[in-house]
């Protein structure tokens, strides 16, 4: 059982760094970004592929997120200047990447047993196995990045970033330009998820050119949990939620395949967890609804 629950934390970290990029389109801009399903494969065929050849993992991580920095760009693009609807521009990517990404690996599955990845130079540098090379560095990077992405968004960019999110009117009223703000937040949105699929990729030894289908909906899974049980008023709560969602969210789907769900369901299950997530805060919202009724009938009746 401490290995299951270590398997789930060390995968949660990883994941957890894609729920930031998911954070910052679906709940920053407003844009159910598609692009990340085919992100994800794209930054982990490319360290892959970098690995295979010879050359530094840690490199192949760098190149991943600046694959990821193109693709969020090119569906920017797309939305911003053609005026293709978000959702359509995130799905054309997405299809378009995954042509990509087969390009980029040269076949559908590219192994990496018996080769170093970053995780072995963490584990021969701090002593410690596999799992904890991979919490560890899981760990580290995500609040690295928590913290940068806190300090990014105080900003006089990041701030425009955010306010094009909530009301765009206003922001061009102010003389900002809200097509570069929003091809800024995709483009730093798909970096952290290619970053993630680049991390997740080394855990796992292989990159495979499906590994993203359905990672949208993890990342929602994830950034759902972490506001629900973990989110307060403040925005650096909020980017800490996503770690706390994403690790809980690994921990749920370990302790149900323990229980004898079978694997075929699973991602049944992760839909049907998004949607009573999503619907969590309405339930909510009606129960204070039903006290303050109840409340305003006591007094009348008074």
């Keep these: 059982m401490e290995q299951v ?7 949660g970290l ?11 389109t679906y709940r920053i801009l407003n844009i159910a970004d598609l692009t990340v ?22 490199l192949g991580m760098m ?19 053609l005026k293709i609807p978000a959702l ?34 963490i584990g021969e540098w ?3 196995d596999k799992t904890w090379a991979v919490i560890a560095a899981g760990a580290v990077m995500s609040l690295a990045l928590v913290f940068i ?13 955010r306010a094009t999110g909530n009301n765009p009117n206003m922001v061009r009223a102010q003389g900002i330009h809200t097509d570069t703000t929003v091809i800024l937040g995709l483009m730093v949105s798909n970096g952290l998820v290619a970053l993630s699929g ?12 499906q590994m993203g289908v359905g990672a949208i909906v993890i990342g929602l899974a994830s950034l759902i949990i972490g506001e629900v049980l973990f989110a307060r008023n403040n925005f650096l709560s909020r980017l800490l939620s996503m770690i706390l969602g994403a690790v809980s969210y690994r921990i749920i789907i370990a302790l149900v395949l323990r229980l004898g769900m079978p694997a075929d369901d699973l991602k049944l299950f992760t839909a049907l967890t998004v949607v009573v997530a999503l619907f969590l805060p309405r339930l909510k919202e009606m129960r204070d609804t039903a006290r303050h009724v109840t409340k305003g009938s006591h007094h009348a009746e008074r």
């Design 37 to 58: 399903e085919g992100t994800l494969t794209l930054g982990a065929a490319v360290t892959a592929q970098m690995i295979y050849a010879g050359q530094s993992p840690f």
């Design 198 to 209: 680049s991390l997740i990729a080394q855990s796992q030894n292989y990159a495979d050119v």
């Design 126 to 128: 701090l002593g410690l």
């Design 149 to 161: 992405l806190y300090w990014f968004f105080g900003t006089e960019l990041g701030s425009a970033i």
């Design 14 to 24: 990883l994941w957890s760094i894609m729920a930031l990029g998911v954070y910052i």
């Design 63 to 81: 190149l991943s997120f600046g694959a990821g920095l193109l693709a969020g760009l090119a569906t920017g693009l797309l939305h911003t200047k």
């Design 88 to 121: 359509l521009s995130g799905i054309l990517t997405m299809i378009a990447l995954y042509s990509i990404n087969l390009r980029v690996m040269g076949k559908a599955n590219l192994s990496l047993l018996r080769l170093g990845t970053a995780y072995t130079v």
């Design 5 to 11: 629950l270590l398997g789930a934390l060390s995968l």
